[in-house]
């Protein structure tokens, strides 16, 4: 890996773990606030609405910026968010904290991968930003765990100080290996052809199944930590290697699901779902048993990330004469869904469900998402309708 992107790499790792450490530390982040366990959920949906909503317009408004620039900014606000969320006094404090921080989540992310395509020769621009990507998936690897693990030994607040440290050596990494570059000049391109994307069957057919994606994955696993403590009796210590499983069971989705894109993609984006649904309904059943819930837990992790890739190759293919418009429609599409998945989630616990009855609605999303993906092929295949051709700038 060529030391740039390592750089680049650190602080998409630090990022992707304080968006899903809280996760594993939920229980205790909410006891040290004084507030329930499903009222805490409000963190996961409001970091997500901060990088859905507040990502995009940051991108915006510091197009004149240089990149290298921005990318030192951003990583500065993210050590500042983990301090201060680390001292946080209140929930109140401590969302609005959170927020903050994912706003420069959500913009370091696009910029990122446009510094990493520019940063190699053009036939290995995609290993460039899949190594923008790992960043996230190693981040559910090994920095969820080791955060739920350090925040079950040392306290919660201790989980964003060693954030904190990460973020540091992020920022002395893009300070020392990412080069200095010029301003970029705006995109040319109208504003109404981009929006008008949006209405091909493929593309608004694929934020569906999107969104019911994460319902079918956020909603359990923002109260994971609670349904394996309540539910499944695991004990805290061994939760971290449950989640280090879930993050295994990811990385290798990522890779089925590229291949599986590459190959049929519909067909294959059909199975998954369906295979999904089954397996949120073995969840549920299996949630009483730690060892049927475990190797449950690492197959549902794999299949989220495989579903996810061919999601966004097929957003990418049918959005490729809007390739701005495109960039921003995948992030912000899967943080809407882990918003309302979390508010969803919070909603259900708060009415008197059971953290055992969060798998049932994902369960029922991935069967919705199904037959809108089939009703979707089957749309296409009757139009005849092909793919535009990428649109170069």
Same mark, same amino acid.
């Given at each position: ?39 805490? #959920? ?7 609405? #901060? ?25 500065? !606000? ?49 290993? !460039? ?33 060693? +954030? ?15 080069? /200095? ?30 969104? @019911?994606?994460?319902?079918? /994955? ?17 004990? @805290? ?28 993609? +519909? ?10 649904? $089954? ?15 475990? $190797? ?20 990418? +293919? ?58 979707? !092929? ?16």
């Amino acid at each position: 890996m060529p030391l740039p992107l390592f750089a680049l790499f650190l602080a998409a790792f630090a990022f992707g773990t304080t968006e899903f450490v809280i996760a594993g530390i939920l229980p205790d982040v909410a006891q040290g606030l004084g507030v329930s366990i499903p009222f805490a #959920g409000y963190l996961v949906s409001g970091y997500a609405l #901060g990088i859905a909503i507040g990502g995009p317009f940051l991108t915006m408004a510091t197009r004149q910026v240089s990149r290298r620039s921005i990318l030192l900014a951003l990583t500065i !606000a993210f050590c500042l968010g983990q301090i201060a969320c680390a001292l946080a006094p209140s929930f109140a404090t401590m969302l609005a904290f959170r927020i903050a921080t994912a706003v420069a989540h959500g913009a370091y992310f696009g910029i990122a991968m446009v510094v990493a395509v520019g940063l190699v020769r053009q036939e290995f621009r995609g290993r !460039a930003v899949s190594v923008i990507l790992a960043g996230l998936t190693v981040s559910n690897i090994i920095g969820v765990p080791a955060g739920a693990a350090i925040g079950g030994l040392w306290g919660w607040r201790t989980t964003f100080w060693a +954030m904190t440290i990460v973020g540091v050596l992020a920022l002395i990494a893009i300070w020392v290996l990412i080069p /200095q570059t010029k301003n970029e000049p705006q995109q040319s391109g109208h504003l109404g052809k981009e929006v008008r994307v949006l209405g091909r069957q493929q593309v608004w057919t694929s934020l569906i199944m999107m969104l @019911a994606l994460m319902i079918g /994955q956020m909603v359990p696993f923002t109260y994971i930590t609670p349904l394996l403590r309540e539910v499944t009796g695991l004990d @805290a210590m061994v939760i971290p290697w449950v989640l280090l499983l879930n993050g295994v069971g990811a990385t290798l989705g990522v890779f089925i699901g590229g291949r599986l894109s590459d190959w049929k993609l +519909m067909p294959s984006l059909i199975a998954l779902l369906a295979i999904q649904a $089954v397996t949120l309904a073995v969840l549920y059943m299996a949630s009483p048993y730690p060892v049927a819930m475990t $190797v449950t837990i690492f197959v549902w992790g794999a299949l989220n990330f495989a579903i996810g890739t061919p999601i966004q190759a097929r957003i990418l +293919m049918w959005t490729a004469d809007a390739p701005s418009l495109a960039s921003s429609l995948i992030p912000s599409g899967f943080n809407i869904g882990i918003a309302i998945a979390a508010i969803v989630g919070a909603a259900l616990l708060e009415g008197g469900y059971g953290y055992r009855s969060l798998p049932v609605l994902g369960a029922f999303a991935l069967v919705l998402a199904c037959v809108v993906a089939i009703l979707s !092929a089957l749309g296409e295949r009757r139009s005849g309708a092909i793919p535009p051709h990428a649109v170069l700038t």
